[in-house]
């Protein structure tokens, strides 16, 4: 079985502040996707990211960077000097495979963020 | 916006009634994809559908069932409704079936009184 772990379940910072989600998965299948998802009050559901079991080089867009690490299953995300739109719920997720995780997308709880002026 | 529609945007229903949460994927993606999220279980896959086919069930009930048509856009259809049903219902679509680069509708909000 599949699952994911985000331990924190509220961080609240202010602005100009960094601040790390972080994200641990299980999975027993050797090729999987992990993504990141961006929850904004408004409710929809915003692509950040997918990376890919094979590649484990940590990629930066703009203020966001996210490290990804085999060694440990996490899959972090890190948002540089955060600012007040930044604020919303975090949800990294786990896709694999084969079998009936094929296709599907496993969702840890989410983390919410509040950044503060 | 993802390109993905979904109507109607909110939904209000008595429990014992039957509703149809209707979605359109992005022009091109053949994959469809239906969460359920609430505040007791969270982001749950539902099922999926590509190319007019179930290609993946997940914590689906079988009060609820799917279906995607030929044009491509699917239905969620959701009956004997219980309160428990109360949640938010997202679309997702994606080019293929294991891309898996899942882009979001806005969701419909279904409250059953």
């Known amino acids: 079985a599949q699952k994911v772990t985000q331990a924190q379940t509220e961080i609240s910072v202010v602005e100009k502040e960094d601040v790390t989600l972080d994200c641990v998965y299980e999975?027993?299948?050797?090729?999987?996707?992990l993504f990141w998802y961006k929850q904004p009050p408004s409710g929809e559901l915003v692509f950040l990211i997918r990376r890919n079991s094979f590649d484990e080089q940590n990629e930066i867009s703009g203020r966001y960077s996210w490290n990804f690490q085999k060694s440990t299953s996490s899959f972090n995300f890190t948002i540089t000097a955060s600012q007040v739109v930044d604020s919303a719920v975090y949800f990294c997720?786990?896709?694999?495979?084969?079998?009936?995780?094929?296709?599907?997308?496993?969702f840890g709880q989410g983390t919410i963020l509040t950044v503060h002026p | 916006d993802s390109g993905v529609t979904q109507t109607p945007k909110h939904l209000i229903t008595a429990t014992g009634q039957r509703v149809t949460l209707r979605c359109s994927p992005r022009s091109g993606d053949l994959s469809v994809y239906w969460y359920q999220q609430s505040l007791d279980q969270g982001l749950q896959f539902l099922i999926q559908y590509y190319n007019g086919e179930e290609r993946a069930k997940g914590n689906i009930l079988e009060r609820f069932s799917a279906q995607q048509f030929p044009d491509l856009h699917s239905e969620l259809n959701l009956s004997s409704l219980e309160l428990g049903d109360s949640a938010l219902y997202f679309c997702a679509s994606s080019v293929d079936s294991r891309n898996n680069e899942q882009f979001f509708g806005p969701g419909t909000r279904l409250t059953v009184l």
């Open positions: 999975t027993r299948d050797t090729t999987y996707y």
């Open positions: 997720a786990l896709s694999s495979f084969g079998g009936t995780s094929y296709g599907k997308l496993t």
